[in-house]
C-alpha cells in the first residue's frame, strides 16, 4: 500500500504539539481554483473540541465560495494530515480541513476536498472498483528572477536564469562558466549542466522527512531550470493532498534559495513547457482491473481500454479543470512533445493517453493522462478524470485502435481523423458546459459549483485575457 503523512487520532495530534512545543497551528484549506490557503491560530485556541466544532473564517472573501451575505463558514481539522511545517520560525503544526457549514455543519459542496471525497465513495458505490490509484509528475521552472506587469498603456514579462542558453554570452564578474542546457536539451545531463540538482534533492527530502513517498526527480527538458518530481502512487484525496504540499515545500525552498519556482504550463516561448503527467489505475480486493497477461495490446484490460474510452470522450471537458488556464493551451500545441493528440499508445508521446511499458506486470500496469498541468486543483482534477473513466466503463466506450506511427509523418489525410485537445481555454470551458452530466453522476459534482467555475473562468481570465493587447501585436500591427 502506499504511504503518506501518518495517520494519526486527534488525540495524537495534541501529543505531537506537546512533544514539538507548538506554538501555532496552520489550518489550510484549497480555494476552488486550486490555490492553497491557511489561517492561523494560537496553540492555546487548539483542542479536542476544534476537531467537532471547527475553525471558523470568512468564506465571502475566497474565489469561487459564498457571497457577502452568507460568508461564516468552517474548517474542519483532519487529524490524519497534520506535520510540523519546516518552514515557519515559530513551530507551527499544519492540518489539512474540510470545509462546512456553520449552521448544520454539513460538508460545503463547492469543497474540492469533499468533491474528491464523493469521487471514491462512488467508485465503490459502482461496483467498478475499491481504489483508484493516482501518480502524478509534476514539471516546474526555477527563475532567477520574473517580473510582470500590465497596466492602461503597458504589459511586460521578464524572466531570467543563470541556466538559461540565453546567458551563454554575459560576463559574471570578468567569466562566464558556461555549460548551459540548450534548447530542448536539457533532459537528463549530469552537472555542472545541471545545476539544480542539489536544489531538487532539498525539496525531495523535505517532502520525505514529511512523511511522503518520492520516487525521482530529474531535469526536464527545457534550458534555464526546468525540472520534475514524481511521487509514489496513492489514493486520489491523499494524493491531491501531496499534490498541494509538493508545491509549497517546493515554491519555499525556492525561496529559501532566492529562486522564484513556477508550475506556470508555458513560461518560456520557444522551449517545452511543463505539465503533470497523471498516472492512474483500478483495483479491487487487491487485483489491478487494468492489467491483462493475455491482451493483444500493452498489457491492458477490456476495462482499461473502455476508461481510456471515457478519458478521450470526455478529454475537453476534463481539460477546463486539469488545463486551467489561458496558459496552459501555450503548451499545448504541436511540436514540444505536448500531448494534444486525443488518441492511446503504449510509447507515442504524442497521445494524450501513453501506456507506460517500462515492466508489464500486474503491479506497475497503469495509464497515463498526459495533457494536465500542475496548476488545476488536483482534487477537481483527478475527480474528473475518474468520473470520465467510470463513464466510460459503464457505456463500454471504445477507444479505437492505439496511435503508434509517427504523428509527424503521418498523411494529411490520416492526421485530420485524429482529434485533439481543445486550442483555448475558451474551448475548454465551452465543452465543459455542453458535457458535464458525467460529472453529475452520484451527486459528485454539484451542478452549482460547475457553474460558478464556467463564470469565473470566463469573466476573470478569458475576458480580460481577451481585451487586452499582446505586446506581439505591436511588432505585427504598429505600422500597418
Given at each position: ?9 486527534p ?56 457571497q ?29 480541513c ?109 517532502l ?21 518530481f ?26 529559501r534559495?532566492?529562486k ?38 500493452a ?115 490520416e ?59 505591436f ?6
Amino acid at each position: 500500500m502506499a504511504k503518506g503523512i501518518a495517520k494519526r487520532t486527534p488525540k495524537e495530534v495534541l501529543d505531537m504539539c506537546k512533544a514539538n512545543n507548538v506554538r501555532f497551528i496552520d489550518y489550510r484549506f484549497t480555494d476552488l481554483l486550486g490555490t492553497l490557503q491557511h489561517i492561523t491560530s494560537t496553540i492555546e485556541e487548539f483542542d479536542l473540541k476544534t476537531f467537532e466544532g471547527g475553525k471558523g473564517f470568512d468564506g465571502s472573501s475566497i474565489r469561487g465560495f459564498k457571497q457577502i451575505h452568507e460568508s461564516d463558514m468552517l474548517l474542519m481539522p483532519d487529524s490524519n494530515t497534520a506535520f510540523i511545517d519546516p518552514f515557519y520560525q515559530h513551530s507551527t503544526l499544519v492540518i489539512n480541513c474540510n470545509i462546512a457549514d456553520p449552521v448544520n455543519h454539513k460538508p460545503y459542496d463547492r469543497d474540492g476536498r469533499y468533491i474528491a471525497k464523493k469521487a471514491e465513495d462512488y467508485l465503490v458505490k459502482s461496483g467498478i472498483a475499491d481504489t483508484s490509484f493516482w501518480g502524478p509528475e509534476l514539471e516546474f521552472f526555477v527563475f532567477d528572477t520574473m517580473r510582470f506587469d500590465q497596466t492602461q498603456r503597458s504589459g511586460y514579462y521578464f524572466i531570467d536564469s543563470n541556466e538559461g542558453i540565453w546567458n551563454s554570452g554575459i560576463e559574471q564578474n570578468g567569466a562566464n562558466l558556461a555549460y548551459r542546457p540548450r534548447n530542448k536539451e536539457g533532459y537528463f545531463p549530469t552537472p555542472p549542466t545541471d545545476t539544480y540538482q542539489d536544489f531538487r534533492s532539498e525539496v525531495v527530502q523535505t517532502l520525505v522527512d514529511l512523511g511522503i513517498h518520492m520516487e525521482v526527480h530529474h531535469h526536464e527538458v527545457a534550458t534555464a531550470g526546468q525540472g520534475e518530481f514524481d511521487v509514489r502512487y496513492n489514493t486520489l484525496v491523499t494524493q491531491a493532498d501531496t499534490v498541494g504540499l509538493i508545491k509549497y515545500v517546493a515554491r519555499n525552498v525556492a525561496r529559501r534559495h532566492g529562486k522564484v519556482l513556477t508550475f506556470m504550463p508555458k513560461p518560456l516561448f520557444g522551449d517545452n513547457g511543463t505539465g503533470m503527467h497523471t498516472h492512474q489505475s483500478l483495483w479491487k480486493a487487491g487485483k489491478n482491473l487494468f492489467f491483462d497477461p493475455k491482451s493483444n495490446y500493452a498489457g491492458i484490460s477490456q476495462t482499461c481500454r473502455y476508461y481510456i474510452g471515457g478519458l478521450l470522450k470526455h478529454a475537453h471537458a476534463i481539460l477546463a479543470f486539469g488545463a486551467p488556464g489561458t496558459n496552459s493551451y501555450r503548451r499545448l500545441v504541436p511540436g514540444f512533445e505536448a500531448p494534444v493528440n486525443l488518441a492511446y499508445s503504449a510509447r507515442n508521446r504524442s497521445a494524450c493517453v501513453r501506456i507506460p511499458v517500462y515492466a508489464n506486470d500486474e503491479k506497475a500496469k497503469r495509464i497515463e493522462f498526459r495533457p494536465p498541468d500542475a496548476t488545476c486543483n488536483p482534487y477537481l482534477a483527478f475527480s474528473a478524470m475518474l468520473l470520465a473513466g467510470i463513464d466510460g466503463i459503464m457505456n463500454k466506450i471504445d477507444p479505437g485502435k492505439p496511435l503508434d506511427a509517427d504523428i509527424y509523418e503521418l498523411p494529411p489525410e490520416e492526421l485530420k481523423k485524429i482529434r485533439t485537445v481543445p486550442g483555448s481555454l475558451e474551448q475548454a470551458i465551452g465543452a465543459l458546459e455542453q458535457d458535464n452530466e458525467f460529472l453529475l453522476r452520484g451527486g459528485v459534482f454539484p451542478k452549482d459549483l460547475i457553474e460558478t467555475y464556467i463564470d469565473y473562468k470566463r469573466k476573470k481570465e478569458i475576458d480580460p485575457m481577451r481585451l487586452r493587447p499582446h505586446p506581439y501585436e505591436f511588432h505585427l500591427y504598429a505600422d500597418a
